[in-house]
């Protein structure tokens, strides 16, 4: 298994011995998702993913490809997949690379403060979607899809203009589905929000919104088929 910078070694060794230039974006993510069912944690999932994207210009010609295998045979075959299809394309092309003058501001993009909430506010945060709708009102029949997930993005780039960057990303992600029953109707709703922090967040207020969705559209009938 390569390390990212091995990975761009590699790389790069070949895009030069073919004359060729590479831009090059390698993601780690991190999620960490966490729901509740009938008031109780139904679900507390840590996933960590790698993936690499390659474009590789060759005589005014682009391809690209992409691995999330990171020993050194498929990071090889993926720069080889990459020079291929840069190979089949028949019209030129002018590539915008980034560079050192034109590089991005990259700031603000990672929290430190998101990364040291607690497990137990996240877990706080994410009953608190379950039960902030379901004790909304009492037409409300159920809550089948709802999570508050914590995502981490590690991103690495670089390109043979001299660019090699690394940055973090972090945000918290939340979602709310709420069902509502009056009569025969039946209203589904539904919120979703990203934030720095669970206060902005706001779980209670997203579900109870989700809620009023919900029951609104029990308000319009439907027509029989």
Same mark, same amino acid.
């Given at each position: 298994?390569?390390?990212?910078?091995?990975?761009?070694?590699?790389? +790069? &060794?070949?895009?030069?011995?073919?004359?060729?230039?590479?831009?090059?974006?390698?993601?780690?993510?991190?999620?960490?998702?966490?729901?509740?069912?009938?008031?109780?944690? *139904?679900?507390?999932?840590?996933?960590?993913?790698? +993936?690499?994207?390659?474009?590789?210009?060759?005589?005014?010609?682009?391809?690209? %490809?992409?691995?999330?295998?990171?020993?050194?045979?498929?990071?090889?075959? &993926?720069? &080889?997949?990459?020079?291929?299809?840069?190979?089949?394309?028949?019209?030129?092309?002018?590539?915008?690379?980034?560079?050192?003058?034109?590089?991005?501001?990259?700031?603000?993009?990672?929290?430190? #403060?998101?990364?040291?909430?607690?497990?137990?506010? #996240?877990?706080?945060?994410?009953?608190?979607?379950? &039960?902030?709708?379901? *004790?909304?009102?009492?037409?409300?029949? %159920?809550?089948?899809?709802? +999570?508050?997930?914590?995502?981490?993005?590690?991103?690495?780039?670089?390109?043979?203009?001299?660019?090699?960057?690394?940055?973090?990303?972090?945000?918290?992600? %939340?979602?709310?589905?709420?069902?509502?029953?009056?009569?025969?109707?039946?209203?589904?709703?539904?919120?979703?929000?990203? +934030?720095?922090?669970?206060?902005?967040?706001?779980?209670?207020?997203?579900?109870?919104?989700?809620?009023?969705? %919900?029951?609104?559209?029990?308000?319009?009938?439907?027509?029989?088929?």
């Amino acid at each position: 298994m390569l390390t990212n910078n091995q990975a761009i070694e590699t790389l +790069a &060794t070949k895009a030069k011995n073919d004359s060729a230039e590479i831009e090059v974006l390698i993601v780690n993510d991190e999620k960490t998702s966490i729901s509740f069912q009938q008031k109780k944690l *139904d679900n507390f999932n840590r996933s960590q993913t790698q +993936a690499l994207g390659v474009r590789v210009i060759y005589n005014g010609q682009e391809g690209t %490809a992409y691995t999330e295998n990171f020993n050194q045979d498929a990071i090889e075959e &993926t720069y &080889t997949e990459a020079l291929a299809n840069a190979k089949v394309l028949q019209k030129n092309y002018s590539p915008a690379f980034i560079n050192k003058q034109n590089t991005p501001p990259l700031e603000d993009l990672f929290s430190k #403060k998101l990364q040291e909430t607690s497990v137990e506010d #996240k877990l706080s945060a994410a009953k608190t979607l379950e &039960t902030a709708a379901i *004790d909304y009102d009492s037409s409300i029949i %159920a809550f089948p899809y709802n +999570a508050l997930v914590d995502i981490e993005h590690d991103m690495t780039f670089f390109n043979s203009h001299y660019v090699h960057l690394n940055y973090k990303i972090n945000c918290f992600y %939340a979602y709310s589905y709420t069902m509502a029953k009056k009569g025969e109707n039946v209203g589904m709703g539904f919120k979703s929000r990203v +934030a720095k922090s669970i206060n902005d967040l706001a779980p209670e207020k997203l579900s109870r919104d989700s809620a009023e969705i %919900a029951l609104l559209k029990t308000e319009f009938s439907v027509p029989p088929s």
